[in-house]
């Protein structure tokens, strides 16, 4: 769960065999709750149909399960519905975008100042390419972040990925 940038990640423990059905969290993180408060956040949830899940909750401090889903105004008591999205697959591409391997640019003639620069550019533009290509794909099909950005720009220096086919 996350909180004006903060991330908050909590364990549960639920108990289907009660009426209604019953949910505790505990925050991994003790500083989630204030001090003195209650150190799990006792709840009841239900099911409706399957793409709806209703939880309920009193306040921290009340230390104190719900016994409806009502939520009357004043009481403090929380509601919340989470609707179930649909799964949308992220499209890999067909192909892999095919790199040209560029060697650095030719030295031009001195006079020729304005080519120096646009080869250049070029030869930066397509380097930042790649690293951003490696990282995407590094990301999507890794997960890992900078271990598949090291892992990709390793493979680059010796020759063995996508660009250099």
């Known amino acids: 769960m996350t909180n004006g940038g903060m991330i908050h990640k909590w364990v549960y423990k639920v108990d289907p065999a009660k009426t209604p059905k019953e949910i505790d969290f505990t925050p991994l993180n003790v500083e989630d709750f204030p001090p003195g408060g209650a150190k799990v956040l ?6 409706d149909g399957d793409n709806q899940l209703t ?12 016994t409806t889903f009502e939520g009357k105004p004043g009481s403090g008591q929380w509601v919340v519905q989470l609707q179930r999205g649909q799964y949308v697959a ?3 591409p067909e192909k892999e975008p095919v790199f040209v391997t560029v060697k650095p640019a030719a030295i031009a003639d001195d006079d ?23 990282e995407f ?5 890794f997960g890992r972040g900078a271990d598949a950005r090291r892992t990709n720009a ?8 996508p660009h250099d086919r």
């Open 42 to 47: 006792k709840a009841i949830y239900a099911f």
């Open 55 to 66: 939880i309920s909750w009193l306040p921290e401090s009340d230390q104190k399960r719900p």
């Open 90 to 92: 992220a499209a890999m």
């Open 112 to 134: 020729d100042a304005e080519r120096k620069l646009v080869k250049a550019r070029f030869n930066l533009t397509l380097e930042t390419l790649r690293q951003r290509y490696d």
């Open 137 to 141: 794909i590094g990301e999507r099909c």
């Open 154 to 161: 390793a493979r680059r220096s010796v020759g063995t990925g």
